[in-house]
């Protein structure tokens, strides 16, 4: 952070350029390790003969309730996609309640009820977990903090240090539709019918993919805040190396880009809550779409881009036939959104 940056910003919490910089600069300074400074979705954690996987998150998404689902199934799926693009398969959950008073015990109830259905359907548990209640206007009706553990297979190895020139780029589908619809459950645009949210685990996905693959997928990555373009600038700084993305390629639903073209935002920078970024060897790029293509949150998947040599940099050729440069997302165009 510069010296005139005093205070926090709601853009400090949009997992853009102002997130790296508090990270980096701030919670670095006091807390940094190396199995922190990996800057992973999940710590990979060596416990006597195996690995396991850890993650932790907060959701403070504002409505609780929005076209697709709710906070709970949204704690749910988010701690379980961090550990399952990390190569995990999930296990365990904590989770811990801080309410508003005032807040009606029917929406509470609802949103425990989710995330029950949801955990039930994946097949984790709520293992541990906390409540605390803080006075009316202390809080905005419901905030939830999860904690994942998952088990790490031994032939699993993800990480920057694997990504290679030729590399290739995949998403498992269309990008922007849980950005879009909380924009228009919180703003009233008269969208919610049109845009649902892709809030989803990806948990089997992302283990068929590893089963096909193997040692050929390099890298995944969950596509939540800031979007599929952050994510991606992410990966070019940590891996020092350039990624060319096509536009043309990236999928977006009709709905969710007519949304984006009304409201003037971009769907690549909107958050996404059940799509994951997957980068494969350069001979396996059709059979990873292929493993995509048969799981249900697979059937619009693309291949988007490519690894190139370079510094961090990121590519976008345009529908025009320009070329223009993706960064990292500045400032915050919708806050709260998990």
């Known amino acids: 952070m510069s010296t005139d940056d005093r205070i926090i910003l709601l853009a400090h919490g949009d997992g853009g350029r102002l997130t790296h910089e508090l990270v980096t600069q701030l919670f ?97 548990q709520v293992v541990a977990g906390d409540t605390k209640v803080v ?33 290739v780029l995949l998403v498992n589908g269309t990008l922007g539709e ?15 019918d049109q845009v649902q949210s892709d809030c989803a685990a990806l948990h089997e996905i992302t283990a068929r993919l590893l089963e096909d693959l193997g040692e050929d997928v390099r890298l995944m990555r969950d596509l939540t805040r800031g979007g599929f373009a952050t994510s991606v600038k992410e990966i070019a700084v940590s891996a020092q190396c350039d990624i060319w993305i096509s536009e043309g390629d990236v999928p977006v639903s ?21 799509k994951f970024l997957a980068i494969v060897s350069p001979g396996k790029a059709e059979r990873a779409l292929a493993a995509l293509k048969e799981h249900p949150l697979g059937r619009e998947a693309r291949i988007v881009g490519e690894v190139r040599s370079g510094q961090g940099n990121v590519y976008l050729k345009t529908l025009l036939g320009g070329t223009k440069y993706l960064d990292l997302l500045a400032g915050a165009p919708l806050p709260r959104i998990c």
């Open 28 to 124: 670095f300074k006091h807390l940094g390790n190396r199995t922190l400074e990996m800057l992973t979705d999940a710590a990979a954690l060596t416990v006597g003969e195996g690995r396991i996987a850890v993650t932790t998150d907060s959701f403070v998404i504002d409505p609780p309730f929005f076209p697709g689902g709710d906070i709970g199934k949204l704690a749910v799926c988010g701690t379980i996609n961090d550990l399952a693009v990390s190569g995990a398969r999930p296990r365990y959950l904590t989770a811990a309640f801080l309410i508003e008073e005032g807040l009606p015990l029917e929406d509470l109830e609802r949103i425990v009820a989710s995330m029950a259905q949801t955990c039930n359907e994946a097949g984790v």
């Open 135 to 167: 006075q009316r206007g202390h809080l905005d009706k419901i905030f939830i903090n999860t904690t994942g553990v998952g088990e790490i297979p031994p032939d699993v190895d993800l990480g920057y240090h694997r990504i290679a020139q030729g590399d």
């Open 178 to 192: 849980h950005g879009m619809a909380v924009l228009a459950a919180r703003e009233g645009f008269g969208l919610e």
């Open 254 to 274: 009709p709905n969710t880009r007519g949304a984006a073209e009304m409201l003037g935002v971009d769907p690549m920078y909107l958050a996404n809550e059940g």
